[in-house]
């Protein structure tokens, strides 16, 4: 997967009824991005645009942009008095430059990362901040683990090899950063075991959402014994008092143009 397929071909209702969780936990990043009244702020793969809302209900004019029209679609049937664009991550363009770009829970699908991050600076006015969250190193390692295990187990070491995220340390994204640029104000490397909405299916869930590329051309039988096997091997870490968690590790950063 490459930018170019970032949340291109979710289903923007699953999205918001099953995995609510990735914008209510971005709510602490909003705090953290402080917006202002006036304030010219980006929201970096928008989705359906909740997080936007919530920036610009602080008086803040702000923009969301994502590479999926179905998102795009929805976050402007759901917030019509707010600006959003389809855009890539790799490849945004505005005339007028922002006080601060915001991005929850995207950057991890964006391989080509030093793409991202010229266009973050360059979309950014002087002294201009970034306020970023996402997958960190080692993120969800137990579950990629335990689905890599099965897919190989059953023929598909290809599948399992295949390049869908990019979970970095604090010190590979903030060199990155500060080789174009960015003074690197804050910088946080943290667990946050995330409960997952179905009691029954929360892992299956997870994966059909979320990893659904690394099951590709496998036939709809073989998918449902391997995701069968990837739960019940996470059963004894990730399933606690009738819930299942995904094993989450955040990166959180904040830069200075
Ligand atoms: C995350 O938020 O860490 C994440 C979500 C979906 C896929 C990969 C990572």
Not at 15 to 28: A, L
Not at 60 to 66: E, K, L, R, S, Y
Request: proline content about 3%; some cysteine.
């Amino acid at each position: 997967m490459n930018t170019a397929t970032v949340h291109t071909n979710w289903n923007p209702h699953l999205y918001d009824d099953k995995h609510s969780f990735v914008f209510k936990y971005g709510e602490g990043l909003v705090d953290l991005l402080n917006p202002q009244a006036g304030e010219r702020i980006l929201d970096l793969g928008c989705g359906t645009g909740y997080l936007t809302s919530v920036i610009a209900a602080a008086g803040a004019t702000v923009t969301g942009i994502d590479n999926s029209l179905e998102m795009i679609t929805k976050a402007k049937a759901q917030y019509p008095e707010l600006a959003f664009k389809v855009q890539s991550a790799t490849e945004f363009y505005f005339d007028q430059h922002f006080d601060a770009i915001f991005s929850n829970a995207v950057l991890h699908w964006v391989l080509q990362k030093e793409m991202a991050i010229d266009c973050m600076y360059r979309n950014l006015k002087r002294s201009g901040r970034l306020v970023l969250e996402f997958g960190g190193k080692q993120n969800m390692a137990k579950i990629v683990t335990a689905l890599q295990n099965s897919l190989i187990s059953h023929g598909f070491a290809e599948n399992a090899a295949i390049p869908l995220w990019y979970f970095p340390s604090v010190s590979e994204y903030t060199s990155l950063l500060e080789k174009r640029g960015f003074r690197v104000t804050y910088a946080a490397h943290f667990n946050r075991d995330t409960k997952l909405a179905d009691t029954q299916n929360g892992i299956k869930d997870w994966v059909r959402m979320f990893g659904s590329s690394f099951l590709k051309g496998i036939d709809e039988p073989t998918i449902e014994t391997i995701l069968d096997e990837v739960q019940a091997a996470l059963k004894p870490t990730q399933f606690k008092n009738g819930d299942w968690y995904a094993d989450y590790k955040r990166l959180r950063i904040i830069a200075i143009k």
